[in-house]
Antibody, heavy 118, light 107 residues
Framework: QVQLVQSGAEVKKPGASVKVSCKAS????????ITWVRQAPGQGLEWMGW????????NYAQKLQGRVTMTTDTSTSSAYMELMSLRSDDTAVYYC???????????WGQGTLVTVSS | EIVLTQSPDVQSVTPKEKVTITCRAS??????LHWYQQKPGQSPKLLIK???QSMSGVPSRFSGSGSGTDFTLTINSLEAEDAAAYYC?????????FGPGTKVDIK
């Protein structure tokens, strides 16, 4: 069965960086894109961007341009999201999800809580 | 950027009642509108894709309709397990966007 398993919770200081991993199984990894979505405490869902494991191209939300980098490692069927220059308003649960381009996000990881606090 | 608005923000209903949630897009998105259910402490779950296509395993009481700018998620005969937040999502154009969510509470 399709599974996306994310890395554990992180606590970071303002200005630091965080890298969240997402390991996929149960499907052909390069055949689907990986998207990242975050959810601040008590808030709604915010799309952050996506990456194509097959080609390696990315598309990021404009508000995160310059601070976010998404990568994949097809040898381990893993995706990574690195967010730099962390601020307190980056505190959120970060989700990875699978999709075919143009389609909705059909499988999601369990989420990774990133807390930014001094 | 396409803005999605949802109404109501919160709906408190009794079991077996019918629930209707609307999602309006700031411009036409055809049928590229999808619905997710998120229960507390859980990841979102895809319920309906392309406005009206139910995902496998989703109870038949959930249905979706609409096209263009106006969409509806209907829950017929609500069950206690349906207490959750419901989000619409458009994949018509980048950046992809979500609605602000509708919280369904059980009275």
């Amino acid at each position: 069965q399709v599974q996306l398993v994310q890395s554990g919770a992180e606590v970071k200081k303002p200005g630091a960086s965080v890298k969240v991993s997402c390991k996929a199984s149960g499907y052909t990894f390069p055949s689907y894109g990986i998207t990242w979505v975050r959810q601040a405490p008590g808030q709604g869902l915010e799309w952050m961007g996506w990456i194509s494991p097959y080609i390696g191209n990315t598309n990021y939300a404009q508000k995160l341009q310059g601070r976010v980098t998404m990568t994949t490692d097809t040898s381990t069927s893993s995706a990574y999201m690195e967010l730099m220059s962390l601020r307190s308003d980056d505190t959120a649960v970060y989700y990875c999800a699978r999709f075919r381009f143009g389609d909705p996000f059909d499988y999601w990881g369990q989420g990774t809580l990133v807390t930014v606090s001094s | 950027e396409i803005v999605l608005t949802q109404s109501p923000d919160v709906q408190s209903v009794t079991p077996k009642e019918k629930v209707t949630i609307t999602c309006r897009a700031s411009q036409s998105i055809g049928s590229s509108l999808h619905w997710y259910q998120q229960k507390p402490g859980q990841s979102p779950k895809l319920l309906i894709k392309y406005a009206s296509q139910s995902m496998s395993g989703v109870p038949s009481r959930f249905s979706g309709s609409g096209s263009g700018t106006d969409f509806t998620l209907t829950i017929n005969s609500l069950e206690a397990e349906d207490a959750a937040a419901y989000y619409c999502h458009q994949s018509s154009s980048l950046p992809q966007t979500f609605g602000p969510g509708t919280k369904v509470d059980i009275k």
